[in-house]
């Protein structure tokens, strides 16, 4: 009678706890999987960068369990429901609406989180916050804001480009989900765009000097004074002066030096060794010299004929030219060229798509994007609209960097970077599977709204959102021929340099000049120098060996004078008497005539 009285209420008791089991693993599934259609409002509302509030949660409890092997990695995040933080400015990839929340394509973060919480076993819908763009005013820059959210969520959701100086503050990055390489970009055929200047300009004055660095002209001048001064010593030694002054022979002796460097060969022809040696020398020096100087100047003046924009590959060649790049103001963008290139003459923008419209409106002729979002943008009307745009170098990048999701580097107060480990995990999962690109190609063919491969911008009067003309555009577009526009390019110019190479890269980046500098030239200056001392040493051992020739001769002379003047005394005396004899014999013969 008892089983029987207490039977209904057993089984009545059973249908109502699975029931209640049922509604609890279904809500539990629901949980986990997410609501994606969208429509849940951030649960936190804390202001950014406030102080003194935090949502990090304690997870040192699975951490311990970790260690102790009691827990998998792939599980320590079960059933947690994690404090997230979204960027949600525009131009992220947190589609949310500040009325209606997220949006029913919650974009590739919400895509990825929610892979994540089906694999793993977390929720975030129900439990997230938002921040926007920071004002950029003092202790409210993007690295501010990074180090503000990690301190206050148990992890930050938006594309964070890793650096040292953000990993120093306390920052942990995860596995790189986006390609955070930046790269230069421009309109193409830029030089039709601006237009050359063929403007007289006060700089062209001087460009016939380009040839040669500052080093090579003092020491070609000092070369000129130098083979002035050798070549009057080699006269002087040669006793070739003449009744010249001093100063008109010194200042002729320059004048020949200098013709000479021009290859005007005015020594004439040299009738002694050192001569010789000293205008071979001279002759040899002044064919090097200009035959460098004219192959320079040919190849610096073909290469300016051009427009210089024409040229350009690179950041460096942007720098040295001296054109502004726009900027992400605050950004990775941003801080990397100041940080690494500080010559470049930086223009920041407040938002993305005011770097865009910048380069549309020719405000900067160049910009600096991420390699993701060029791959995104370049297809997108409201940032390329006229499918002008180009990556710069084809797939030369500024600098090479990843970027992704971040938490605290935190292992002893709240083990916060029990969840970084975790997320990896399945991130590494994620990127390895294909899982993450097939998540771009989805994300780009939503927001995408232009194929600049079809572009015809005859048919952009036909423009419109939604209407006839809008969907006729699309399908003449499909129906086009590809252009053969090459996005990429990479021009490769035969026997040409880029711009900042043609004269001389300013910024350490690495670009060669076509000046001509002191070590490539030093060899020509050397042998001159090392003929002109042997032409000098041939010289003076002739001058000395004619002194020492002197030097005998006079010797020799001088005891032949002296046994002359003997010689002619003796016969003197001899001659006197024998005159003396005559002129008695006359004479006595005379008288004896007389007689």
Same mark, same amino acid.
């Given at each position: ?41 951030? $649960? ?17 409890? @699975? =951490? ?28 992220? $990839? ?6 209606? &929340? ?22 975030? @819908? ?140 005015? $020594? ?24 460098? =100087? ?117 292992? &002893? ?58 969907? @006729? ?70 001058? =000395? ?51």
């Amino acid at each position: 009678m008892i089983f029987r009285s207490t039977f209904p209420i057993f089984l009545l008791s059973l249908v109502l706890c699975g029931t209640v089991f049922f509604q609890t693993v279904q809500v539990s599934a629901q949980d986990i999987a997410g609501n994606k259609n969208g429509g849940q409002i951030a $649960y936190f509302d804390t202001p950014q960068f406030t102080n003194g509030v935090s949502h990090r949660q304690n997870v040192c409890d @699975r =951490y311990h369990a970790l260690n102790n092997d009691t827990i998998a990695l792939e599980d320590v995040l079960r059933g947690l429901k994690l404090n997230a933080v979204f960027g949600a400015y525009s131009g992220s $990839y947190f589609n949310y609406n500040n009325e209606t &929340g997220i949006q029913p394509y919650g974009g590739i973060v919400a895509e990825i989180m929610d892979e994540m919480a089906s694999r793993a076993g977390f929720t975030w @819908r129900d439990s997230f916050g938002i921040y926007d763009v920071p004002s950029g005013g003092e202790n409210e820059t993007w690295t501010d804001l990074l180090v503000w959210s990690v301190d206050t969520y148990d992890i930050t959701i938006d594309w964070w480009a890793k650096s040292l100086a953000r990993m120093n503050l306390g920052v942990a990055f995860m596995k790189d989900w986006y390609d955070s390489s930046i790269i230069l970009i421009s309109k193409q055929n830029l030089e039709d765009e601006v237009g050359t200047d063929n403007s007289i300009s006060l700089d062209n004055f001087g460009n016939w000097m380009e040839p040669f660095t500052w080093e090579v002209w003092y020491t070609t001048l000092g070369t000129i004074l130098l083979s002035g001064i050798v070549y009057q010593l080699i006269e002087w030694m040669s006793n070739d002066r003449g009744d010249r002054k001093f100063w008109v022979w010194f200042s002729e002796s320059l004048f020949l030096s200098a013709m000479n460097a021009t290859q005007a060969y005015e $020594y004439g022809t040299p009738r002694t060794a050192a001569g010789k040696i000293f205008g071979f020398s001279s002759a040899l020096w002044g064919l090097i010299l200009t035959a460098t =100087y004219t192959a320079n100047l040919a190849s610096l003046l073909v290469t300016t004929s051009d427009s210089p924009l024409s040229q350009i590959e690179g950041i460096e060649d942007v720098t040295y030219l001296k054109y502004p790049v726009c900027t992400w103001e605050g950004t990775i963008l941003d801080s990397h060229l100041e940080a690494n290139h500080a010559s470049t003459i930086r223009k920041p923008k407040k938002e993305l798509v005011d770097v865009y419209d910048a380069l549309d409106d020719n405000d900067c002729l160049f910009a600096v994007d991420t390699a993701q979002g060029w791959l995104e943008h370049k297809s997108k009307r409201r940032y390329n609209p006229s499918c002008k745009l180009e990556w710069v170098g084809g797939d030369r990048k500024v600098s090479t960097n990843g970027a992704g999701f971040v938490a605290k580097a935190d292992s &002893g107060l709240k083990c916060t970077s029990l969840i970084r480990d975790a997320m990896d995990y399945y991130l590494e999962q994620l990127v390895s599977e294909g899982w993450i690109e097939k998540a771009w190609e989805t994300e780009n063919k939503r927001k995408q709204d232009l194929d600049c491969d079809t572009f015809r911008p005859d048919l952009q009067a036909l423009d419109g959102f939604g209407d006839d003309n809008s969907r @006729r555009l699309r399908r003449l577009q499909q129906e086009a021929i590809p252009s053969s526009r090459t996005h990429h390019r990479r021009r490769m110019k035969a026997g040409s340099k880029s711009a900042a190479s043609a004269a001389g890269a300013l910024d350490g980046g690495g670009g060669e000049s076509q000046q001509m500098e002191l070590g490539a030239m030093i060899g020509s200056f050397f042998v001159h120098w090392v003929m002109m001392a042997i032409a000098l040493a041939v010289a003076a051992f002739h001058r =000395y060996r004619k002194q020492k020739q002197r030097d005998s001769m006079f010797s020799t002379t001088k005891e032949f004078d002296d046994g002359a003047s003997k010689a002619d005394l003796e016969n003197s005396g001899d001659a006197v008497e024998k005159n003396e004899d005559v002129g008695l014999r006359q004479q006595i013969q005379v008288l004896s005539q007389a007689l």
